[in-house]
């Protein structure tokens, strides 16, 4: 193929036009690839599995503070995702400044602390640890970090 105006020619079989394709088939194989990962990283069932996870994290984690290492297992991994997102939700206020979760974790928390306060919560009520893993984990922060109620918390 001849490119007009141009005095440089490249025939349709070259490495010009595959390189496109080449990056075309990186990029699916990257999706393909990212939604497997997640399908296989199913939604925690219960709040019992989720302590399970949370368990072998803090077992498993070295260092501290804002330093730390956590095993890079499917369930440390679990475990800490869920509990950043907890963590998140945490600071979310209504209107009147009520703490949607109804913990207030001071802004220094860490997250492997919350997920201190949530394996001890589960082990404390292994028997009446609810289903939802979200409200157990809503429970478990309430209780290790009550709002105070002179800001209408």
Same mark, same amino acid.
């Given at each position: 193929?001849?490119?007009?105006?141009?005095?440089?020619?490249?025939?349709?079989?070259? /490495? *010009?036009? =595959?390189?496109?394709? @080449?990056?075309?088939? !990186?990029? +699916?194989?990257?999706?393909?690839? &990212?939604?497997?990962?997640?399908?296989?990283?199913?939604?925690?069932?219960?709040?019992?599995?989720?302590?399970?996870?949370?368990?072998?994290?803090? /077992? *498993?984690? =070295?260092?501290?503070? @804002?330093?730390?290492? !956590?095993? +890079?297992?499917?369930?440390?991994? &679990?475990?800490?995702?869920?509990?950043?997102?907890?963590?998140?939700?945490?600071?979310?206020?209504?209107?009147?400044?009520?703490?949607?979760?109804?913990?207030?974790?001071?802004?220094?928390?860490?997250?492997?602390?919350?997920?201190?306060?949530?394996?001890?919560?589960?082990?404390?009520?292994?028997?009446?640890?609810?289903?939802?893993?979200?409200?157990?984990?809503?429970?478990?922060?309430?209780?290790?970090?009550?709002?105070?109620?002179?800001?209408?918390?």
């Amino acid at each position: 193929m001849l490119l007009w105006g141009s005095k440089y020619w490249a025939p349709p079989d070259s /490495r *010009g036009r =595959k390189l496109p394709m @080449r990056y075309a088939r !990186i990029l +699916s194989l990257g999706l393909v690839a &990212t939604v497997a990962f997640a399908w296989s990283a199913a939604a925690i069932e219960n709040a019992d599995e989720l302590a399970g996870y949370c368990q072998s994290l803090e /077992r *498993g984690a =070295k260092g501290a503070g @804002r330093h730390i290492y !956590i095993p +890079s297992t499917r369930e440390a991994l &679990t475990c800490w995702g869920y509990m950043q997102a907890m963590q998140d939700l945490s600071v979310l206020a209504d209107e009147n400044g009520h703490r949607i979760m109804g913990a207030c974790p001071p802004e220094q928390t860490t997250t492997l602390q919350l997920i201190r306060s949530f394996v001890r919560y589960s082990r404390a009520h292994r028997s009446e640890l609810p289903g939802n893993a979200v409200v157990a984990v809503f429970r478990a922060l309430r209780g290790a970090y009550p709002c105070r109620a002179e800001h209408g918390d």
